[in-house]
């Protein structure tokens, strides 16, 4: 199980914006705090606020802010639209074709250790993350 640095930054960048004291945070505050790149951050932007996930506002006062409660944002979801929810084994990815998949007999501990991991990232939020009850 992998999960890229966008979905990872995407997590980070989310719990910025919840403790941020600011009505919208700009991207150059967020990336140097952070410490990733404005260009980087700014395509883990464009998917957040496609997802909407976050708002964004253009001018001098604009940047980005959440569009719910941060209690509201699971990692799950988060992790599903930066095209990161885990799979442990390649059988268990639809596109991927198996021989052995209906002779397998471990495939059932993979779904099952997989549905497990799912459903603990749905019940982990952005609020979690902050408070540190994960």
Do not use: F
């Not at 989310?14 to 403790?19: I, V």
């Not at 606020?49 to 209690?71: A, C, D, F, H, I």
Request: charged share 25%.
């Amino acid at each position: 199980m992998h999960i890229s640095s966008k979905g990872r930054y995407a997590v980070r960048i989310l719990t910025d914006l919840a403790t941020s004291k600011s009505e919208y945070t700009s991207i150059t505050e967020m990336a140097e705090r952070q410490n990733i790149s404005v260009k980087y951050l700014e395509k883990i932007m464009n998917i957040l606020v496609k997802g909407k996930l976050v708002e964004s506002l253009k001018g001098s006062n604009g940047g980005y802010k959440l569009t719910r409660q941060p209690k509201d944002y699971s990692v799950y979801d988060i992790l599903l639209l930066t095209g990161d929810t885990p799979t442990l084994a390649p059988c268990q990815n639809s596109s991927q074709k198996c021989v052995m998949k209906d002779k397998c007999t471990s495939i059932g501990y993979w779904d099952t250790l997989q549905k497990m991991i799912i459903d603990n990232l749905k019940k982990i939020t952005i609020q979690n993350i902050i408070d540190k009850t994960y």
